[in-house]
C-alpha cells in the first residue's frame, strides 16, 4: 500500500504542466516562479497554483533570498518514488520468474514433450 506522500507524489506527477515543471527544475536548477512560468502558456496565478501542488507533494521547497523566492527540487521525494518503483519492478519480475519456472515444469511434465 502506498503512503500518503507517495500517493501525493504520484498525483503530483501525473499532471503534464507539473511534470514539465519539475524537469525544467531538474534540469536549469532553482527557479523563480516567473522564470518557471516562462515556456508555459498560462497566467502566473495557474503556474503558481501547479507549484503549490508540487509543495505539498514535497517535491519543490522554496525559500527567501531577499527579494528572490527560489523554487528548488527536492530530489529526495523523487528518490523515495524510484525505490517505490524498484521494489514493485523486483516483485513483479519474482512473479514472472516462478510463472516461468511453472509453465516450464509443466511442459516437461507431458509425455514426449507435447
Known amino acids: 500500500m502506498l503512503s500518503q506522500e507517495l500517493t501525493q507524489t504520484f498525483a503530483a506527477l501525473g499532471d503534464p504542466t507539473r511534470f514539465a515543471i519539475l524537469s525544467k527544475l531538474a534540469t536549469d536548477g532553482d527557479m523563480t516562479v516567473q522564470e518557471i512560468a516562462q515556456p508555459f502558456a498560462?497566467?502566473?496565478?495557474?503556474?503558481?497554483?501547479?507549484?503549490?501542488?508540487?509543495?505539498?507533494?514535497?517535491?519543490?521547497?522554496?525559500?527567501?533570498?531577499?527579494q528572490r523566492r527560489p523554487c528548488h527540487l527536492r530530489v529526495e521525494r523523487l528518490a523515495e518514488a524510484a525505490r517505490w518503483f524498484e521494489h514493485t519492478r523486483q516483485a513483479w519480475q519474482a512473479h514472472l520468474d516462478r510463472l516461468e519456472r511453472f509453465l516450464a515444469s509443466v511442459e516437461s511434465s507431458k509425455p514426449n514433450g507435447r
Do not use: C, D, W
Request: proline share 0%; charged share 30%.
Open 42 to 66: 498560462m497566467s502566473l496565478a495557474a503556474v503558481s497554483q501547479h507549484l503549490k501542488v508540487l509543495e505539498r507533494a514535497g517535491l519543490i521547497s522554496r525559500r527567501r533570498e531577499g
